[in-house]
């Protein structure tokens, strides 16, 4: 079982920048892969960062909507996931939700991730 708390989230204007932060509960944290998604009023739930494990190439995969602006990383030692946003843009608007999902090698389908925070919410006005 893996328990993820956000934080992080709040009100900017466009072109700023936030940090969101995922706490994860669990002995075997390192063994799950991380992602970001967000879910905008009216829209499905949509990824946005994935994470496999700390540095080294090929670790971490992204949306085309938010490459270059955005950066996804992990401290296994922590039990830590964050999202560094950069040149925010209204269409990032979005509740961001920190999701899990048993080893590191699967997916990024939704589906595949089983555990999921309460979400947090970001707001980017023009």
């Known amino acids: 079982q893996v328990q993820l708390v956000e934080s992080g989230g709040g009100s900017v204007q466009a072109g700023g920048s936030l940090r969101l932060s995922c706490a994860a509960s669990?002995?075997?944290?390192?063994?799950?892969?991380m992602g970001w998604f967000r879910q905008a009023p009216g829209k499905e739930r949509e990824f946005v960062a994935g994470?496999?494990?700390?540095?080294?190439?090929?670790?971490?995969t992204y949306a085309d909507s938010v490459k270059g602006r955005f950066t996804i990383s992990r401290d296994n030692a922590k039990n830590m996931v964050y999202l560094q946003m950069n040149s925010l843009k209204p269409e990032d608007t979005a509740v961001y939700f920190c999701a899990a999902a048993p080893g590191l090698f699967g997916t990024w389908s939704r589906s595949d991730f089983g555990f999921w925070g309460q979400g947090t919410q970001v707001t980017v006005s023009s």
């Open positions: 994470i496999r494990w700390s540095g080294g190439s090929g670790s971490t």
């Open positions: 669990g002995r075997t944290f390192s063994n799950y892969r």
